[in-house]
């Protein structure tokens, strides 16, 4: 049995989709599994990875697991080692984050640190992904775009290679279901390198009109971190991290490639299927 936990999301939900595909048995963990909607015979378990006596009953019977952590990063990596270490698992695959190659002090990296650190301890054999920014990112753009066709950018202009979820989610599956990846980690990029305003060029071609695009100063950005979560202080380093020209995912990388024998999903292929989105027609894939 292979455990998906954030299989709800945008990767897990990818991940669990082509692992049935593949015939495996999946149990997939989620707070709401009536709203789960995942593919039939998938067993859907109630609970999350903050939650440690429902992790105990995920975990039953499990070799393998797929972690996809989406609130306390490191307090809840610290649940999942527990309960691995219980379960006795053999295998598991952390979605970590590029930011923890950030030469620069920043706190996304560092919770994602502190989650390796403790998947380290789990008993099992791990890989982390480190993926960089996701296509999917480029949702935050759908009101501005719906109703005046802006963009208005608050992670600055930077220069990376975004990653497809679905490109995630196979790298994830070839880690679960093959050998040879066991204490590897991979740092996952989409094909090419792309500034967000290449990228609000590229989704204007697909929605055939011009896109008005403009960067938030970073102190704008600051004031609207410090909104969400309080922490000013934080806000400050991950907006300065965000915005600095030593991102690890600068330049593409071979690891898709590498692990799937198939060239990863561009940013213009991203936009095509999920245009829908941004003219309020429809989902997205
Ligand atoms: N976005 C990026 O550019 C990027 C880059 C590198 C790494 N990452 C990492 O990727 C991970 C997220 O992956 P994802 O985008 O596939 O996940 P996601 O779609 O954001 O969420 C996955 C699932 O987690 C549950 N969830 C959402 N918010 C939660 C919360 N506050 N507390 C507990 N559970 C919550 C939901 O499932 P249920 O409601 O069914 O429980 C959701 O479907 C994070 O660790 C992030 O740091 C992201």
């Known amino acids: 049995m292979i455990l998906v936990t954030g299989a ?41 990875p903050a939650d440690t006596a429902s992790l105990e009953v995920a975990f039953k019977d499990v070799s393998a697991a797929l972690i996809v952590l989406s609130g306390d990063v490191a307090r809840e990596a610290a649940n999942i080692t527990a309960a691995a270490r219980k379960a006795r698992l053999s295998r598991i695959v952390l979605l970590s984050s590029g930011s923890v190659q950030h030469p620069v002090p920043h706190g996304i990296a560092d919770e994602h640190r502190t989650a390796e650190e403790a998947i ?20 935050w753009w759908i009101s501005s775009i719906r109703e005046n066709s802006s963009v208005r950018c608050w992670i600055g202009n930077t220069p990376g ?8 989610a196979s790298v994830a599956v070839s880690a679960l279901t093959q050998n040879g990846h066991e204490g590897r980690s991979y740092l996952l990029t ?94 997205s894939t």
Do not use: M
């Open 190 to 283: 989409g094909p090419e390198t792309l500034t967000s305003q290449e990228q609000a060029r590229i989704l204007g071609e697909v929605l055939g009109r011009e896109l008005d695009f403009s960067v938030a100063p970073a102190e704008e950005v600051v004031r609207i971190f410090t909104g969400i979560t309080g922490d000013r202080a934080t806000a400050v380093t991950n907006v300065a991290a965000l915005r600095s020209p030593e991102v690890p995912w600068a330049k593409p990388t071979t690891a898709v490639r590498d692990l799937t024998g198939r060239e990863p999903r561009s940013y213009r292929e991203w936009a095509e299927a999920n245009a829908a989105l941004f003219t309020g027609e429809g989902k």
């Open 8 to 48: 709800t999301g945008k990767v897990g939900r990818e991940a669990v989709r082509q692992l049935i595909g593949l015939g495996c048995a999946v149990r997939a963990l989620s707070r709401s599994p009536a709203e789960a909607d995942l593919p039939e015979g998938v067993d859907v378990v109630a609970g999350s």
């Open 120 to 139: 380290r301890r789990s008993g099992a054999a791990w890989t982390f992904l480190r993926p960089g920014p996701f296509h999917a990112n480029t949702s």
């Open 161 to 168: 290679a975004p990653i497809d979820e679905c490109d995630i």
